[in-house]
């Protein structure tokens, strides 16, 4: 009876001088020690949603370019070589604001005589394009 007590307390004592050193705890009991460190690699980390779409940023915000009505070059690319309509954001893909500025900036161009109101010069007509008119951003019905 004092015997087996004694083996007990005997084993407990090794077991807790074992599991205080990290190097012998796998000889003690390597359940605890995978367990221990299956925990640190099991946690959740952190991960995009793969379904959540790339927001699309417009491309004078993308460029860091501002409007300005004396740069007629870039404002006539916002504008129909047909008929100098000014396309809409549904064609630019520009956003709001931009749109807006572009829009503001291209009428005091027309207006200060820099850009004509119903064709684009045709000096402008072989610029790079900043965005396809025949292949919009958004489909619409006309
Ligand atoms: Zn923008």
């Known amino acids: 009876m004092a015997y087996a007590s004694l083996i007990r307390n005997f ?11 990290n190097r012998l705890v796998h000889n003690v009991s390597p359940n605890v020690w995978e367990e221990k460190h299956r925990s640190e690699s099991d946690k959740p980390t952190f991960m995009r949603n793969p ?5 699309q940023e417009c491309i ?3 460029l860091n370019i501002k409007p ?9 690319q916002f504008q129909s070589r047909f008929t100098g309509r000014i396309y809409g954001r549904h064609i ?21 005589g820099l850009m004509g109101y119903y064709t684009k010069d045709v000096a402008f007509c072989k610029d790079p394009k900043l965005f396809d008119p025949n292949h919009p951003f ?3 019905k006309y």
């Open 11 to 21: 084993h407990n004592f090794t077991c807790r001088v074992l599991s205080t050193s």
């Open 60 to 62: 004078l915000c993308k």
């Open 51 to 55: 379904y959540k779409y790339k927001k």
């Open 68 to 76: 300005d009505y004396k740069n007629v070059r870039l404002l006539s």
């Open 92 to 112: 630019t893909g520009l956003c709001k604001n931009q749109q807006r500025k572009v829009e503001q900036e291209i009428l005091k161009a027309q207006n200060a």
């Open 138 to 140: 958004r489909p619409h």
